[in-house]
Structures are given as structure tokens and as C-alpha cells.
């Protein structure tokens, strides 16, 4: 049974937007947080923002911060990634994840993206985004 579904994904021109979305089961989006990951060619999975569903307070990775905004639309248990200014060095593949039910997006906080993962137990199967120079 598929919990986080992403759609939203493909090709853009630098400079340019997209965004992604989060289609999340009742269950997954009971977690307290809910974040966007990627992994880039040739390097580590890294958190990029995150939301809590029940307060809408958020977090995000330096990498995006200014670019990148992270919202929802809780009657429909979605979580979106509005990424704008769109650079080459964004391209890679995105994933959706939820953390378990008691964990609060605060686990995040001050630690680097790249330790983030280990916070959440629910992925999405990833969607690829592409930015052309």
C-alpha cells in the first residue's frame, strides 16, 4: 500500500519554477512532520524543507532557502514544494517522507540536511526533476 505519492516533476529551464506535490494516505499524514528530501548526482540524500501539518511551522535546508517554499492542503493531505529559481545543481531525484507519529519537525532543527533522513520511516518512490542550463 503506497502512503506518499509525488507527482509533479520533469524539466524546466534555469531560472524557472515547478512544483511538487505530496499526495499523503490518512495514516502518513498523521506523522508530525512531513518533508522533501533529494538526492543529487554523485552525493547524499539531503533534507530540503519540512512541515508540520498540525501547526504549519517549517524548516528548510540553507541550499534553498529564499528559492524554495513548502506548504499544504490538509483537505486533501498534500504537501507541496513550490521551487523557484530553479538552478542546474537542483536537478536529481525528489523524495516526499513522514516521520513517525510522535516526532515533531523539531528533530530537524540545527542539524544538517544530510542527517535529516534518519528521522522519517515513510518515503515516496521519488520523482525526478531536471534543470537545464
Known amino acids: 500500500q503506497v502512503q506518499l505519492q509525488e507527482s509533479g516533476g520533469g524539466s524546466v529551464q534555469a531560472g524557472g519554477s515547478m512544483r511538487l506535490s505530496c499526495s499523503a494516505s490518512?495514516?502518513?499524514?498523521?506523522?508530525?512532520?512531513v518533508g522533501w528530501f533529494r538526492r543529487l548526482p554523485g552525493k547524499e540524500r539531503e533534507g530540503v524543507m519540512v512541515?508540520?501539518?498540525?501547526?504549519?511551522?517549517?524548516d528548510f535546508a540553507d541550499s534553498v532557502k529564499g528559492r524554495f517554499t513548502i506548504s499544504q492542503e490538509r483537505a486533501k493531505s498534500t504537501v507541496y514544494l513550490e521551487m523557484n529559481s530553479l538552478k542546474p545543481e537542483d536537478s536529481g531525484m525528489y523524495y516526499c517522507?513522514?516521520?513517525?507519529?510522535?516526532?515533531?519537525?523539531?528533530?530537524?532543527?540545527?542539524?544538517?540536511?544530510?542527517?535529516?533522513?534518519?528521522?522519517?520511516?515513510?518515503w515516496g518512490q521519488g520523482i525526478q526533476v531536471t534543470v537545464s542550463s
Open positions: 517522507a513522514a516521520t513517525r507519529p510522535r516526532l515533531s519537525c523539531e528533530v530537524v532543527a540545527g542539524i544538517r540536511a544530510l542527517d535529516w533522513a534518519q528521522f522519517f520511516e515513510t
Open positions: 490518512k495514516y502518513a499524514y498523521r506523522a508530525n512532520c
Open positions: 512541515i508540520e501539518p498540525g501547526t504549519d511551522k517549517t
